[in-house]
């Protein structure tokens, strides 16, 4: 009895061992689709902001054609990085532009005493009043499997994920409708996303749950059997012989 409680003890620790083994073989868990997205829209930001120069003094409207998706990952990051380098900035919907251009907003004028003619002249508009328009558009982006990574002898171990993002910034002065700049810049990222973590991945992405390449899970099972009959045919040839 004591020998039995002994082993039923041991067979417990050696399952928690493996259990404990297997865990920290596995890793952390992948980032989630919108981490690895928004990743990539931070670096395609870097990129369309490096080296760019703003008139001193002028706030930024940063024009956003459309609201959420990939394009609200992207705007949110040229946001953070204009702050930084002390821009003021605001965000402004397209609709809400003026047909003269203006962002969103009517010119500013101010009137003066007339002159001798009776006429009031109309001062010009306030340049800090006029914000820059950062016009933002993004061409591409998105996230998918791309490969299925498949285990010996059959199986899936997991998927190749890949991330990408396109798009292009323009700089432009509704004053005199001046383009101050424009540059364009694309960026993607890949990783492996194992197959128990595929749910995990998806989880608080929204719409972005791309589906996994289908195949190939049993593609090694039918040349196994095959092998397995021929090897059993030829045992049992051998044996009937003796």
Request: proline share 9%.
């Amino acid at each position: 009895m004591i020998g039995r409680s002994w082993l039923g003890a041991g067979s417990m620790s050696l399952l928690l061992l493996c259990v404990a083994s297997a865990a920290v073989a596995r890793g952390p868990m992948p980032p989630t689709h919108s981490m690895v997205l928004d990743a990539v829209a931070d670096t395609v930001a870097e990129d369309l902001l490096r080296g760019a120069t703003f008139p001193p003094g002028r706030p930024v409207a940063l024009v956003a054609p459309a609201p959420g998706d990939t394009l609200g990952l992207l705007s949110q990051s040229l946001m953070e990085k204009l702050k930084f380098r002390g821009i003021s900035v605001r965000l402004t919907a397209a609709s809400a532009l003026a047909p003269t251009g203006t962002v969103g907003q009517t010119p500013v004028t101010a009137t003066v005493a007339p002159d001798s003619a009776g006429i009031s002249p109309v001062s010009a508009p306030d340049p800090v009043e006029r914000p820059l328009r950062l016009q933002v558009e993004v061409e591409g982006s998105g996230i998918s499997y791309v490969r299925r990574l498949g285990s010996f002898p059959f199986g899936t171990k997991g998927y190749e994920r890949l991330a990408g993002m396109r798009a292009s910034a323009t700089l432009v002065d509704p004053m005199n409708g001046e383009v101050v700049w424009t540059r364009s810049a694309a960026k993607s990222a890949a990783d492996v996303v194992a197959k128990g973590d595929v749910a995990y991945a998806a989880s608080g992405s929204g719409l972005l749950n791309p589906p996994v390449p289908r195949g190939g899970g049993t593609r090694w099972l039918e040349p196994m059997i095959v092998l397995g009959v021929v090897a059993g045919l030829v045992v049992l040839f051998y044996s009937n012989r003796n």
